[in-house]
């Protein structure tokens, strides 16, 4: 009887920590709306709240990064680094950049509605790349995911935005990046473990955001208000660390799997915080198109497992 409930009991922990952890994550838009909405008089740009975020988080990354190198005594070739810090600018810095961007012309919902297709592009990019056959299953999730965006997209309370079109873009654009992110970082995490992976590649990101910051402002620009600061270490907290660390531990508990399907509530949360914390609308459109993209990725998900 013991042996049966540890392991019921280990599910239900590691499902709440996965669920904890895509709530921070699905917050993650609304809190940058929030930095943006409330700059007021002094406005914040993309780049310095990216800057603010990434320099909050990188003494923790830093300091996981020390603390499993000094784990191992494996040496790596150039390549293997040159590898990982590529993908780690491309994952954690051009992608960041692209959706911060992107959020000032769009919604927090369709945002996080266009970036959870990231698994659809993935398959579409691994079919460009790797000549992998489209089944007709994926083909369905593909047109059930697109059809979803549409709908959402064409929604009267969204289309009044003379901007949706250049956010939508930009956030598309983010999505694609990060799917390329994914499928070469599957040749290199085996090499460094996904610890020693993840803050690695989240400490170069947090360089290479630092000197685009450098490039282009002041230092000076760091100094925000009380509340954007606020927003900033929120960003930091609660929508980068606390995420990352929740659902790793998820992870070693319930498996990627069943993961892959807890963190699917993302898009839900994200409408749910929009509707009550920014106000935006929430009608049928909205409900059915996010009905869609989720059937739709999860659909992509059972391929993939399937396969």
Do not use: C
């Amino acid at each position: 009887m013991e042996t049966t409930r540890q392991p019921q009991k280990t599910l239900l922990n590691g499902g709440l920590l996965v669920v904890l952890g895509a709530i921070g994550f699905s917050s993650k838009p609304i809190l940058i709306k929030l930095a943006y909405a409330g700059a007021g008089d002094d406005p914040i740009d993309a780049v310095t709240l990216m800057t603010l975020r990434m320099l909050l988080a990188l003494p923790v990354f830093l300091a996981v990064a020390l603390w499993q190198r000094s784990g191992t005594r494996k040496g790596h070739p150039p390549r293997d680094w040159a590898a990982l810090a590529i993908l780690g600018v491309m994952g954690y810095y051009l992608a960041s950049l692209l959706d911060f961007t992107g959020l000032k012309y769009i919604s927090a919902g369709l945002e996080r509605l266009i970036l959870f297709l990231y698994p659809t592009f993935v398959v579409l990019l691994s079919a460009l790349l790797y000549h992998h056959r489209i089944g007709r299953g994926q083909g369905v999730a593909l047109l059930l995911s697109y059809a979803g965006i549409l709908l959402v997209y064409g929604g009267a309370p969204l289309a009044n935005s003379p901007d949706i079109l250049k956010g939508a873009f930009l956030v598309l654009a983010s999505g694609s990046v990060f799917a390329l992110y994914l499928i070469g970082s599957g040749h290199v995490i085996p090499r460094f473990g996904s610890r020693r992976f993840t803050a690695y590649s989240m400490s170069i990101a947090s360089i290479a955001t630092l000197v685009h910051f450098l490039a282009f402002h002041p230092l000076a620009e760091l100094f925000v208000s009380a509340d954007i600061f606020a927003l900033a270490v929120a960003l930091a907290v609660f929508s980068t660390l606390m995420p990352a660390f929740l659902i790793n531990a998820g992870i070693r508990r319930i498996g990627a799997d069943h993961t892959a399907i807890i963190t699917s509530i993302g898009p839900v949360v994200t409408l749910a915080l929009a509707y009550a914390v920014l106000e935006e609308s929430l009608g049928p459109a909205q409900v059915g198109g996010a009905a869609l993209v989720l059937l739709g990725v999860m659909l992509v998900g059972l391929g993939k497992r399937a396969n």
